[in-house]
């Protein structure tokens, strides 16, 4: 393995296959909830596949635990269920030990924010090199119903029965001050919208990460109504002169309150971990050109004769 | 024994006219002081000099876990033989203060001579147990070097005295030292070797006598002095890890700090993560990628890393954790050593959750486990945890050179692609999976999915009674077959002796080996049958185990944890229950320290004078 090159992936590597389908893409049935936001996440990954025809061998999906967290096993490439909220360190060692690879992470708010709010803001400050799609329903489904990090003041669930008491998470706060490189957020009830971040995310060179509202309808119906145009309410995307590179101004835009903005709220290019560890290791091969693994380490044991 | 023994006549010293030189066979040199005091040093040179003198050698310290300061000892065995522990008592003391004195002149042996630095310490020089060197360590280092440093340089003064005390080879000594601060200021090296001469060349008493090492036999090959996590990280090096992930704890670290610095150079990556779970699971991404890699911890860093054991464990792959033991349970005794993570190691974990446990019992041994731990792991593709201790980790010993033209691997990935439909988790017979790492084009088209739920031969998620049983039974299956293929341990007899005669039989594991080796030795002088076997692979326990046992009237399992509800140690219990033979008795300790080789004999004749009664 080296962690030597960090190109981001050239299709024209690609084994010679067949140009690939939603079909080839399509592995398990969901078992979502009929309804579900995530069936929009499911089918625009698949677009975005389909668009961009990256190797099929070269494609690796992560999640960790929840609903949401289920995608791998309904695409059809090379995937892993990891545990409850540590999907992004375990796509950390893929995505430094294999730089060949684009990696993506699925998950939720319980996974991003609670269990796992951790390792989110670490990935982002190491800026790894990898697209994170955080699936926020603002409820724990999975287990059927409690108070989860993003469930707004007074939601009634069943941990909380009288209604959540403890102050919310804000995701795009949170993601902006951890020192994610790119941050975007979108909804699943606008699947253009959302293909298009999607997309970007996957061009940056770094840790791009989305929040994408995705409504659960059985233990949660209606909790985006506010920001769906057709249900009253008001998807009020970031004006076009919002300089992306601007961390206060993104910061403003992620103070409003909800339903709050929706697009890319910020993008710089700062060195990838990627990057950084190719280059220690650049630095650390200059002194010894041309040497077997065997030669180095055998000068090493010369050193403690 | 650690007894100066007497091997030849007394000789006229060529140096000193007044002074006699006797030859002696080993020596333990305690070098008591404050832990900023460079006393490591001093013992770290001894050890590097005895290596490259083909003798033995093993070092014991203790290092307070206080950031700065507090009492610290090293402790160094030389020898011209083989030296299988650190020595219970000491032959020669090195007193930097009262305190150091005061609480160690119970360790050196009666007859013992103790140097001390007579600006620190008043000796009871009434109690004519002892020899007393008085020396002004301070003063006269000071006066040596002079300037500013104060008494910064004293270690080196001092292993000048010792280096005419026992008629070192200076020649070696001053050559240690110019590499040990080569690249530093030349007034440092200047410095230091003139500390060396001026302790070397200090008149010390007409009365004392000096020693000499009998010169050691010729070894093949040239040695290599190094503690144990060096010799570890050496070995994950030579058994082609190229990846790692950890988060600092003592005594683990160093582990650490040495692949995040060598790594790079075999275009490999170490990552400091920001938790013990986070470097667990980076680990198993970087696995799952195709590279075997490895974490590590101590004590609380281990609790933390056992959901994601359990998911390797579940999805079948290849890992390696290393466990430097401390002392527990939860922030516990980070500086001391115990075996009492055998259960974690084994057990660690929700579910039935069968993995690979192995311990490292020597220095040397910790390079070569280290490359059987990463080839057991991606042969039968199962997480393995590796067991060392606080006292190996900062253990120096000497050892042959490995030769690296015989154990150096590459397992870097091969991405071949997959001609027919595989499945990652059939009911293959040998109960492993096949996985193929992401990279790896499957022709057929179908992908898949490594999972950490209960999952049917694709890896996909399943509810399934049937195949539940029946992948539980697979995980197990593939360790049964790892216990087939593992060799019996050797029986080790006393003085390396047969064993035809032997009734009764000590079992140990990890860092215990040379003082349950030493126990054996004494025990047949005392006219006992004695053997012991030592244990490399604990979980699985290898296959004809009661074989060996059947031969012995007696079996005691030797370790370094507590006795636990009901009498028996980690591993006692284990075999207690596994063969359910009740002449299996355990031997404890958990003071902190290792084993005296004096303690696991008592234990030993405690029983034996405990059943003659009966």
Known sequence: ?305 | MSTISEVSTLTKSSNKSTSKTRTIKDAVIRLAGNSQDGIQAIGAFLARLAGRSAQDVMTYMTIPATISGGPSIFQVHIGSGDILSAGDEADFLVAFYQHSYENHITSLREGGILLYDTDHVKPNLEDKRFHYIGVPISGATVEAIGGTGRDKGKNIFTLGLIAQIFSLDTEKLEKLIAERFRGKDESIVKNALMAFHTGYGYHVGDVLETFKFIPAKERLGHQVTMDGNQALAYGLLAAGVRFGAGYPITPWSSIMEILRSELPKYGGTFVQTEDEIAAVSLVCGASYAGNVAVTGSSGPGISLKTEALGWAVMAEIPIVIIDVQRGGPSTGMPTNVEQSDLNIAIFGGHGECPRVVMAASSVEDCFYSAIEAVNTARKYSVPVVMLTDQSLATRIEAFTMPDLSKCMQDISPKFEPVEENMLPYDDYEDGIARHAPPGTRFLPGTYPTVSGLEHDSAGHPTGSPKIHQAMVAKRRRKLQKLAEALPLPKIYGPHGSGVEQANILLVGWGSTEGAIREAVDALGDAGEAPASIHLRFLNPLPNGLEKIFAKFARVFVVELNDEGLYGNGQLCTILRARYCDPKIRSITKIDGLTFKVREIIEAVQNYLKGSSKS
Request: glycine letters at 8%; aromatic letters at 10%.
């Open chain 1, 1 to 305: 393995m080296s962690a030597i090159e960090t190109k981001p992936v050239d299709p024209s590597t690609s084994s010679g296959q067949e140009k690939y389908t939603k079909k080839d893409l399509t592995a398990d049935h969901p078992t979502w909830c009929p309804g579900c936001g995530d069936f929009a996440v499911l089918a625009m990954y698949f677009k975005l596949l389909e668009e961009r025809q990256i190797p099929h061998e070269k494609i690796v999906g992560i999640a960790g635990i929840g609903c949401s967290s289920r995608f791998p096993y309904y695409v059809n490439s090379h995937g892993a269920h990891f545990i409850h909220g540590r999907a992004l360190p375990f796509a950390t060692g893929i995505s430094i030990s294999r730089p060949d690879l684009h990696v993506f992470v699925f998950g939720g708010d319980g996974d991003a924010f609670s269990i796992g709010g951790n390792h989110v803001d670490h990935a982002a400050r190491k800026n790894v090199k990898m697209t994170y799609v955080i699936m926020d329903n603002f409820v724990y489904a999975l287990t059927k119903k409690q108070t989860s990090p993003t469930s707004p003041l007074g939601f009634r669930s069943k941990t909380d029965p009288t209604g959540a008491v403890d102050c919310p998470i804000n995701p795009m706060v949170k993601l902006l001050a951890g020192g994610a490189t790119f941050v975007a957020r979108t909804s699943a009830k606008n699947p253009k919208h959302m293909l298009d971040m999607m997309s970007q995310a996957m061009n940056h060179n770094g840790f791009s990460v989305i929040e994408c509202l995705s409504e659960c309808v059985e233990f949660y119906e209606g909790a985006f109504d506010k920001a769906d145009p057709r249900k009253g309410g008001e998807f009020k995307e970031i004006p076009a002169d919002h300089d992306v590179t601007h961390l206060e101004s993104a910061m403003k835009y992620a103070y409003a309150p909800f339903p709050g903005w929706f697009g890319l709220f910020y993008k710089v290019n700062r060195p990838t971990k990627n990057e950084l560890e190719a280059e220690i290791n650049k630095k650390a091969q200059e002194k010894i050109v041309g040497q077997s693994p065997t030669q180095i380490l055998q000068a090493m044991l010369d050193k403690l004769k």
